[in-house]
């Protein structure tokens, strides 16, 4: 089963590059170890897995060897990575693969928060468990005779307990207001009236964020952390440049279509913030930034239904629109989420399984392309070649020959036995 799930999605790929199309990739490399150590390479905007790899070292010339073989057998090109901050990855982006190398946002924001988050919330479990123990002591003393000093004693001390617990909430919303900007600023439109914005802008704003983050540590008496600091504020030039990446795109979309500049201006300020905004909103758990952004989404929706441009359009025009600004949007990739999730999930599988065979890697990178399927009922593999995919097992099963029948008991040995 497993080398006929090879062989077919190998005849599929061969299948999907007869069209000549240069495909470009947004990727996100990554390793993980399972008996060998794998490199992983995946294409953020479509949810192909391109590369899972074993390797022996997890330096940059093994990295570039496997991926530009890849890349080579599947015709594309990478534009961008993201990944952490790892030298061998630093280095195959910059200068193996030329392309734009990109720090995931969750690890900066993970960088920024882990030690004074952790300090806060410490401080805030402890000032609420103490708080707990001074109601307790004075509902014991509240019921005793001639205990008025004590009560009172009892009393003051909850009140302090209670001021403390009041300090820690306003630290921890104080300092959760210093951090979330920072997820919220690293997008090409402002959430505040969805104008286009450039790198320098982000930039700036993120160093605001990062700066009042800092003047705000030493204030509840949290631990100095400059290193930490340094590393973060050395990361945000890298991360600001991925806005100006994705609007030089723009225009390469629009090329074939030469626009005027009132109809450029739809596009960039009616048309692709609301299929962004449409896009982040589902994907934020938070209740606050999802609430923020579809405030943003309600604006530019109104926007785009009152812009002169929209009524003139038929409905399978505006549906090509909507498609062109969706590819464009899945464009935007700030994180590496999804194949470090997707790694953590496979390193757990030695520890639950004897063993596993060598080209099982192989076959699980198979199930994932063409067999994981979205709420749109596709896969990563046909959004990748952009063609349907037939259904993998269907097609296996139908390749295999009937099973051999059992083998029939003699009937004489049976009777005797």
């Given at each position: 089963?497993?080398?006929?799930?090879?062989?077919?999605?190998?005849?599929?790929?061969?299948?999907?590059?007869?069209?000549?199309?240069?495909?470009?990739?947004?990727?996100?490399?990554?390793?993980?170890?399972?008996?060998?150590?794998?490199?992983?390479?995946?294409?953020?905007?479509?949810?192909?897995?391109?590369?899972?790899?074993?390797?022996?070292?997890?330096?940059?010339?093994?990295?570039?060897?496997?991926?530009?073989?890849?890349?080579?057998?599947?015709?594309?090109?990478?534009?961008?990575?993201?990944?952490?901050?790892?030298?061998?990855?630093?280095?195959?982006?910059?200068?193996?693969?030329?392309?734009?190398?990109?720090?995931?946002?969750?690890?900066?924001?993970?960088?920024?928060?882990?030690?004074?988050?952790?300090?806060?919330?410490?401080?805030?479990?402890?000032?609420?468990?103490?708080?707990?123990?001074?109601?307790?002591a004075l509902a014991r003393r509240q019921g005793r005779r001639h205990g008025e000093q004590d009560t009172a004693e009892a009393q003051a001390l909850v009140a302090a307990r209670q001021?403390?617990?009041?300090?820690?909430?306003?630290?921890?919303?104080?300092?959760?207001?210093?951090?979330?900007?920072?997820?919220?600023?690293?997008?090409?439109?402002?959430?505040?009236?969805?104008?286009?914005?450039?790198?320098?802008?982000?930039?700036?704003?993120?160093?605001?964020?990062?700066?009042?983050?800092?003047?705000?540590?030493?204030?509840?008496?949290?631990?100095?952390?400059?290193?930490?600091?340094?590393?973060?504020?050395?990361?945000?030039?890298?991360?600001?440049?991925?806005?100006?990446?994705?609007?030089?795109?723009?225009?390469?979309?629009?090329?074939?279509?030469?626009?005027?500049?009132?109809?450029?201006?739809?596009?960039?300020?009616?048309?692709?913030?609301?299929?962004?905004?449409?896009?982040?909103?589902?994907?934020?758990?938070?209740?606050?930034?999802?609430?923020?952004?579809?405030?943003?989404?309600?604006?530019?929706?109104?926007?785009?239904?009152?812009?002169?441009?929209?009524?003139?359009?038929?409905?399978?025009?505006?549906?090509?629109?909507?498609?062109?600004?969706?590819?464009?949007?899945?464009?935007?990739?700030?994180?590496?989420?999804?194949?470090?999730?997707?790694?953590?999930?496979?390193?757990?599988?030695?520890?639950?399984?004897?063993?596993?065979?060598?080209?099982?890697?192989?076959?699980?990178?198979?199930?994932?392309?063409?067999?994981?399927?979205?709420?749109?009922?596709?896969?990563?593999?046909?959004?990748?070649?952009?063609?349907?995919?037939?259904?993998?097992?269907?097609?296996?099963?139908?390749?295999?020959?009937?099973?051999?029948?059992?083998?029939?008991?003699?009937?004489?040995?049976?009777?005797?036995?």
């Amino acid at each position: 089963m497993e080398a006929a799930l090879l062989e077919t999605t190998v005849a599929w790929e061969q299948e999907g590059q007869t069209s000549g199309e240069v495909r470009e990739i947004m990727g996100a490399v990554d390793e993980t170890c399972l008996e060998q150590m794998l490199l992983v390479c995946l294409d953020l905007p479509t949810g192909s897995l391109l590369l899972a790899a074993v390797a022996e070292e997890r330096t940059s010339p093994p990295w570039k060897a496997l991926v530009e073989e890849r890349l080579t057998a599947l015709g594309a090109h990478v534009r961008s990575v993201v990944s952490d901050r790892a030298k061998a990855l630093l280095h195959l982006a910059e200068t193996g693969l030329e392309c734009l190398s990109m720090p995931a946002c969750f690890h900066v924001i993970h960088d920024l928060v882990q030690s004074s988050a952790l300090t806060i919330g410490q401080r805030w479990r402890h000032a609420q468990q103490e708080l707990t123990k001074a109601q307790e002591a004075l509902a014991r003393r509240q019921g005793r005779r001639h205990g008025e000093q004590d009560t009172a004693e009892a009393q003051a001390l909850v009140a302090a307990r209670q001021a403390e617990l009041t300090r820690g909430d306003e630290a921890h919303h104080s300092y959760r207001g210093h951090v979330e900007p920072l997820s919220l600023t690293l997008h090409p439109f402002r959430l505040s009236d969805s104008t286009p914005q450039t790198a320098a802008q982000v930039e700036s704003q993120l160093t605001a964020t990062v700066e009042a983050s800092e003047v705000f540590a030493p204030c509840p008496q949290l631990p100095a952390r400059h290193d930490t600091m340094a590393k973060v504020r050395k990361q945000l030039p890298a991360l600001a440049a991925l806005v100006d990446f994705w609007w030089d795109g723009v225009p390469q979309d629009l090329a074939p279509c030469r626009l005027s500049p009132r109809w450029q201006q739809w596009g960039h300020e009616c048309r692709l913030p609301r299929v962004y905004w449409a896009t982040q909103g589902p994907r934020t758990r938070c209740r606050r930034r999802k609430a923020t952004i579809q405030e943003a989404l309600d604006t530019v929706c109104a926007a785009f239904a009152q812009h002169p441009i929209t009524p003139r359009l038929a409905p399978q025009v505006l549906a090509a629109w909507q498609a062109g600004a969706t590819d464009r949007v899945k464009a935007f990739q700030r994180a590496s989420s999804a194949v470090e999730g997707r790694n953590g999930i496979l390193s757990q599988l030695p520890h639950n399984q004897r063993g596993l065979p060598t080209r099982r890697a192989k076959v699980w990178t198979v199930l994932h392309n063409c067999d994981c399927r979205a709420a749109d009922g596709t896969t990563p593999a046909s959004r990748f070649f952009r063609q349907a995919v037939p259904d993998l097992f269907e097609t296996v099963v139908s390749q295999v020959e009937d099973l051999p029948r059992p083998r029939q008991r003699n009937q004489i040995m049976a009777r005797s036995s």
